[in-house]
């Protein structure tokens, strides 16, 4: 078996909810306007570089965002539950891909995932954090308005994915009560990037 049989054979292991470009012809099967595919929108609301800077990426899923982000030079930690779906494997997902990128671009990525819930988990003393991602997962928090300003308190920027009025007005107010002020924003408009209907998504960065 060669490198990449086996690469295919052990992605074929796992169900994915991030879709993931490992190298030509080798990628994750998931949703389609997730993973690197949102990263592509991601990465136009950041610097060119993210040397020296700390990411908190909620919600990590597979973690191709922290991957991402640490091949820019960043120090990141992810985020995730496996209690969030029930029979999901996403954190080995996450060391596999890590573990993956690491030997492909032969160098160590400093990259700690969490388990547990967003709520309890920002509690704890992390640091601060130059960027957090929120994408694609705030609007499931059962206390927003607590996690918003501790976020803003842990961090100077925040990236959100949300996908109708009622969120947008949510947390983009809950970004501005505690001191954060919109950056950036996109509608990612996937309807037309994959020709059907799909959600309405956007990306809102606040940041001091």
Not at 46 to 52: A, I, R, S, V
Not at 72 to 83: K, L, T
Not at 160 to 187: H, P, S, V, W, Y
């Amino acid at each position: 078996m060669t490198e990449d049989e086996f690469i295919k054979q052990k992605i074929a292991g796992f169900s994915w909810y991030q879709t993931i470009q490992f190298k030509e012809g080798i990628k994750s099967v998931g949703c389609e306007w997730c993973g690197d595919p949102a990263w592509g929108n991601i990465k136009k609301l950041l610097p060119d570089n993210l040397n020296g800077k700390r990411i908190l990426d909620l919600g990590s899923n597979a973690g191709i965002f922290c991957v991402r982000s640490a091949l820019m030079g960043a120090e990141c930690v992810g985020i995730e539950s496996d209690e969030w779906k029930k029979d999901t494997d996403y954190l080995k997902q996450a060391e596999f891909v890590k573990d993956y990128f690491e030997k492909d671009k032969k160098r160590s990525l400093p990259i700690r995932y969490l388990e547990g819930r967003i709520e309890d988990i920002i509690e704890q003393d992390l640091g601060h954090f130059d960027y957090c991602y929120g994408i694609a997962c705030l609007y499931y928090l059962k206390e927003p308005e607590k996690v918003m300003k501790r976020l803003t308190d842990i961090s100077d920027n925040i990236i959100m994915r949300l996908r109708d009025i009622n969120q947008i007005e949510l947390f983009t107010g809950l970004a501005e009560k505690n001191g954060l002020f919109l950056k950036g924003c996109m509608r990612e408009e996937w309807w037309t990037k994959l020709g059907r209907v799909t959600d309405d998504f956007y990306l809102y960065h606040y940041g001091r």
